[in-house]
């Protein structure tokens, strides 16, 4: 009989630890971690984020991830209000609802329709996001998605934080970090919750009640490529005009300050 915290089993736990020793690929590794320590808990999927160099969050493998999740968020800026900004600051376990994120994390409003779309599905699961850390230092997080009727125990929290760290050995050797360079394909980044900076300047200068002519000569930039990169920003925000796109993205704290 194997020996089991309330939820994680403990037995699985040495043969992760040399799966992780041969430094193989994200996506093997959120693979094996459901199919193993995270099973007894029935994880319906498992994901990585890593923080990048830019002040972004990278998704750098899924596992049974719902479709429409993993492209809009494969990468997204730290300042976001969402449970993984919160677990790598607070460098702490953050356990919510799935549809209960929206009350402590506004920036996910935007997206409560698909969220509420993938649980009619799943249902309303229990995400758990752990930090993955290296020698005091937060480089991500791993998030778990799993039958809310199962309570984890104090014990189980630590057995998450304790592959949390585990995942931090294996992700700051070079070994793996060469594999890191070729985690997920980037995937189409008209669903991606990120905007680049040409197109948050011109979401300011939006705000500032500029016309989109004027918005290309002060940007250098033609009108078609001021009206291309103002419909992708209605996309990613889920605005229905210009005007709501720029406020929307003031609200989300995604821009900065534009001189014009």
Not at 124 to 151: A, Q
Not at 166 to 192: Q, Y
Not at 203 to 231: P, W
Request: net charge negative.
């Amino acid at each position: 009989m194997s020996v089991e915290t309330r939820g994680i089993s403990v037995s699985a736990l040495p043969a992760f630890l040399r799966f992780l020793s041969t430094y193989p690929e994200p996506q093997e590794v959120c693979d094996v971690l459901m199919a193993g320590p995270l099973s007894s808990i029935l994880a319906q999927s498992v994901n990585m984020v890593l923080k990048t160099t830019n002040d972004t969050f990278k998704t750098v493998a899924a596992t049974g991830m719902a479709a429409p999740l993993v492209p809009r968020y494969q990468e997204f800026s730290c300042s976001l209000s969402t449970p993984v900004s919160h677990a790598v600051r607070e460098a702490e376990i953050v356990s919510t609802r799935m549809l209960d994120q929206f009350d402590r994390y506004t920036d996910l409003e935007i997206d409560r329709s698909m969220w509420e779309e993938v649980s009619r599905v799943t249902g309303d699961l229990m995400i758990e996001t752990v930090p993955i850390v290296s020698n005091g230092t937060v480089l991500g997080v791993y998030v778990v998605f799993h039958d809310p009727e199962l309570v984890l125990s104090r014990a189980d929290f630590s057995m998450l934080s304790g592959i949390g760290h585990l995942l931090g050995v294996w992700a700051t050797h070079p070994l793996t970090e060469t594999n890191l360079d070729a985690s997920l394909p980037a995937f189409s980044d008209e669903l991606a919750f990120m905007l680049n900076e040409r197109q948050l300047q011109v979401l300011e200068l939006v705000e500032l009640g500029r016309s989109n002519s004027a918005i290309g000569v002060i940007l250098g930039y033609s009108q078609s490529t001021v009206k291309q990169d103002l419909q992708r920003a209605m996309r990613v925000l889920r605005a229905s005009d210009r005007i709501e796109a720029a406020q929307r993205a003031r609200e989300l704290g995604l821009q900065g300050t534009q001189n014009a």
